[in-house]
């Protein structure tokens, strides 16, 4: 291997030194050594021990009990920074669902229960040596993704190995070696054996970490996967959507994810997108708030009077307004940058949807009432005007909404209250002859 070799902060120094003082062998493994040899910033890095979890929280003052249960300790350095330290450990039997482990003696044990070979490096920050016993270092240099042992056999004990190989393949673009690839194919139907938590957890991290997140995810649709897990999204496949949706989450940033999570679900069906988020098990807020984003209608052309600004914000929330602009600015220049290829498809131009965008920040400017909230007049006025409380309130007061939204300068007690007497006789008369006065 030509690459430089690690160059481990000072703090993965630290620990390392505090351990082996103590007697322990203590390597630095993992993601953070296979992105230092690729040259790319490294995320977290991570540590294995040959102390056990009870060890490190003796021999640290500082420490958190991040997954006992998995050897884990997390130990606070004096920069403020958590590193993991987890001691040494090897499979020993599994049921797909996740790989259970006991602790081993040493690091070419731990290396070997990982599960690929670019993620089953180590690198001793003190000493200076690397441990490379599955020729990661080999494949990197090759772009190659291979399990560490016999695929099959991996993952099988882990079905999730198959969703990390489509993400690590993706994100460094590594081919899938042969083998690999085969057996991973063969196994996707077992992805529901998975805790849907597991599965889109590795779903938001392609869309988090990865700022070219359509090769993962391609992979995805290619290898079968994503016909099991997301059959949502395979259907938009079929329906020839597919290129312009991974085009458009090219076109916005990993830092949000779940923005990016709302314009592949654009295409879809509100109940489709819907049923989709369910199954991932986000919290309610995400999950409506993702569902909002989805569904949004384009805004208002560049040329579309104020009042339908004002229509689009009071109907989609003044708060997604950026949100949903960067969608359609995105779907505007992955649609553009198809064009330039085959004939005009329909949608408006970059420029158009900037313009719209500037339209509706400057209509917000003037802090126009939006809500009914906003009014100046309330449920109490209504009353005081002498209408009878009950169902039809909710009703004209949307109503009288809808008409300060034509025109902001109708927000005053007096015009509100005529129109309101107005809006009464038509909701009363609608009430009879439905024969029910609620709506
Ligand atoms: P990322 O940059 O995505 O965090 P990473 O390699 O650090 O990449 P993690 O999920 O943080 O990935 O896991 C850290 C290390 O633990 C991996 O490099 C790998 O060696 C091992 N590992 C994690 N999950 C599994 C798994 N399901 N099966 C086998 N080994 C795993
Ligand atoms: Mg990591």
Redo the contacts with the bound molecule.
């Keep these: 291997m030509t690459a430089t070799l690690p160059i481990a902060p000072s703090a993965v120094c630290w620990i390392t030194r505090t351990l082996e003082d103590a007697g322990f062998e203590t390597w630095a493994?993992?993601?953070a050594i296979?992105d230092a040899l690729l040259g790319r910033p490294s995320?977290?890095w991570?540590l294995a021990t040959r102390a056990t979890p009870k060890e490190v929280r003796r021999i640290f003052r500082r420490t958190v009990p991040i997954g006992i249960e998995h050897g884990t300790v997390g130990v606070l350095a004096r920069d403020g920074t958590m590193y993991e330290v987890t001691t040494f450990r090897r499979d020993v039997e599994t049921d797909g669902r996740h790989?259970v482990v006991v602790f081993a003696e040493t690091i070419e044990e731990d290396l070997g229960?990982?599960?690929f070979t670019i993620?089953?490096m180590a690198w001793h920050a003190l000493r200076e040596v690397f441990c490379d016993p599955y020729g990661g270092a080999a494949d990197l240099d090759d772009h190659v993704l291979r399990t560490v042992g016999r695929p099959d056999e991996r993952f099988r004990e882990?079905f999730?190995?198959i969703l990390?190989a489509l993400r690590f393949a993706g994100r460094f673009e590594l081919r899938i070696e042969p083998d690999t690839w085969h057996s991973l194919r063969g196994l996707v139907d077992r992805l529901p054996v998975l805790s849907p938590e597991r599965v889109r957890e590795e779903l938001l991290?392609v869309l988090g970490?990865d700022p070219a997140p359509a090769r993962s995810l391609e992979l995805y649709a290619e290898s079968g996967a994503l016909a099991v897990v997301y059959p949502e999204l395979d259907a938009v496949r079929s329906d020839g959507g597919w290129a312009r949706s991974l085009a458009t989450i090219e076109r916005l940033p990993p830092a949000r994810p779940l923005t990016r999570l709302a314009a592949l679900l654009r295409p879809l069906l509100e109940e489709r997108a819907a049923a989709l988020l369910v199954r991932m098990r986000l919290s309610n807020a995400v999950t409506d708030e993702v569902a909002r984003l989805a569904s949004a209608s384009p805004l208002p052309g560049p040329q579309a009077p104020d009042a339908e600004f004002r229509r689009w914000l009071a109907r989609y929330g003044a708060s997604r307004l950026g949100r949903v602009a960067r969608i359609e600015l995105a779907e505007a220049r992955a649609r553009e940058h198809e064009a330039s290829g085959a004939g005009g498809s329909r949608g408006p131009a970059p420029t158009e949807v900037v313009e719209s965008w500037r339209r509706a920040r400057a209509v917000l400017r003037t802090s126009p009432p939006l809500a009914v909230s906003d009014l100046a007049i309330d449920g109490r006025d209504l009353m005081r005007l002498g209408l009878r409380p009950g169902p039809g309130f909710g009703l004209i007061l949307e109503g009288l909404l809808d008409w300060v939204l034509e025109d902001p300068s109708r927000n005053e007690t007096s015009g509100l209250g005529a129109r309101a007497i107005e809006l009464a006789t038509i909701v009363a008369e609608d009430g009879g002859r439905e024969g029910s006065g609620d709506g």
Excluded: F, P
Aim: proline share 0%.
């Design positions: 493994v993992g993601g296979r995320g977290d991570d790989a229960r990982r599960d993620n089953a882990d999730l190995r990390r991290k970490q």
